[in-house]
T-cell receptor, first 115, second 115 residues
Framework: EAGVAQSPRYKIIEKRQSVAFWCNPI?????LYWYQQILGQGPKLLIQ????????DSQLPKDRFSAERLKGVDSTLKIQPAKLEDSAVYLC?????????????FGSGTQLSVL | AQKITQTQPGMFVQEKEAVTLDCTYD???????LFWYKQPSSGEMIFLIY??????QNATEGRYSLNFQKARKSANLVISASQLGDSAMYFC????????????FGTGTSLTVIP
């Protein structure tokens, strides 16, 4: 079974530039998450999709971050314009259902450095 | 209030010894799941073990066991016979049954196994 695919693996940009990350979840997984993990901290949820609908985006800085999940499969997270504090690893995860016992499967993440 | 609390930023253990990583959680939902993930320096989050709130017995997965004390709201991870490859960040996480089945992570514990 193929895992969660993310690209790019690394990205270096200057502040005020824009950047996009892509995620392809495990086939058949209805729920998709984007997490931001700042160095030394635990992952923080940015947005949660159920199929192509948004379940929770309460912690997404909507003035600069946007995300979409067209057709309920792969997803794109965009930052425009980027700030220095956006330097972090962006993790995509998916799960097949939303029951309390359903674990998350993670991709390898995209490490973003904003200079 | 923090949903997941990990009070040990860093831990050291001698190779072949056992180590306990602490985790406490906070929820009023009677149905929830508790998870431990390992994050090596490569960055990928690796699922280790799961404990359901209604499970009567402590979960075990090979060298990993979860010391679940429901009344104290603690879910400590025990790693027996530590190996050098166990050196990594360890995250405790919780998934509540309702309403949006968010996945909450702690701040992590950095484990270093000493030869």
């Amino acid at each position: 079974e193929a895992g969660v695919a993310q690209s790019p693996r690394y990205k270096i940009i200057e502040k005020r530039q824009s950047v996009a990350f892509w995620c392809n979840p495990i086939s058949g997984h209805a729920t998709l998450y984007w997490y931001q993990q700042i160095l030394g901290q635990g992952p923080k949820l940015l947005i949660q999709f159920q199929n192509n609908g948004v379940v929770d985006d309460s912690q997404l800085p909507k003035d600069r971050f946007s995300a979409e999940r067209l057709k309920g499969v792969d997803s794109t997270l965009k930052i425009q314009p980027a700030k220095l504090e956006d330097s972090a690893v962006y993790l995509c995860a998916s799960s097949s259902r939303t029951g309390p016992n359903e674990k998350l499967f993670f991709g390898s993440g995209t490490q973003l450095s904003v200079l | 209030a923090q949903k997941i609390t990990q009070t040990q930023p860093g831990m050291f253990v001698q190779e072949k010894e056992a180590v306990t990583l602490d985790c406490t959680y906070d929820t009023s939902d009677p149905s929830y799941g508790l998870f431990w993930y390992k994050q090596p320096s490569s960055g990928e989050m690796i699922f280790l073990i799961y404990q359901g709130s209604y499970d009567q017995q402590n979960a075990t997965e090979g060298r990993y066991s979860l010391n679940f004390q429901k009344a104290r709201k603690s879910a400590n991870l025990v790693i027996s016979a530590s190996q050098l490859g166990d050196s990594a960040m360890y995250f405790c996480a919780m998934r509540e049954g309702l309403p949006g089945n968010q996945f909450y992570f702690g701040t992590g514990t950095s484990l270093t196994v000493i030869p």
